[in-house]
């Protein structure tokens, strides 16, 4: 069982940066997908940002484009989301994700993952 562990969040004023990190507890999934999901209160999980393990192919939701960048180091078994220029909006528990296999469905498809940090939580405040 691969065991995720969240770490970086936080508050900050909107505007600012925050950087999350996902710890791994083994590599077995290093060639499949990982992605940061964040979920807001009274709002459905939503895909921020995956990364393909083979490929390093990225792809982002819209509203973070441009703002955030999501990374990995296969030899520390990390994942990261750099987070910058922050907005109020952005608030949530922030969830890293990894798949065991590589399923034909969309990233930001949360059946397409097997294994789920316990989330950091990000405030931006105004």
């Known amino acids: 069982q691969v065991q995720l562990v969240e770490s970086g969040g936080g508050s900050v004023q909107a505007g600012g940066s925050l950087r999350l990190s996902c710890a791994a507890s083994e590599n077995t999934y290093t060639g499949r997908r990982m992605a940061w999901f964040r979920q807001a209160p009274g709002r459905d999980r939503e895909g921020v940002a995956v990364?393909?393990?083979?490929?390093?192919?990225?792809a982002y939701a819209t509203s973070v484009k441009d703002r955030f960048t999501i990374s990995r180091d296969n030899a520390k078994n990390t994942l990261y989301l750099q987070m910058n220029s922050l907005k109020p909006e952005d608030t949530a528990m922030y969830y890293c994700?990894?798949?065991?296999?590589?399923?034909?469905?969309?990233?930001?498809?949360?059946?397409?993952?097997?294994?789920w940090g316990q989330g950091t939580r990000v405030t931006v405040s105004s």
């Open positions: 990364i393909d393990g083979t490929t390093g192919n990225t």
């Open positions: 994700a990894a798949a065991a296999r590589f399923r034909p469905i969309s990233w930001v498809d949360s059946k397409a993952y097997d294994y």
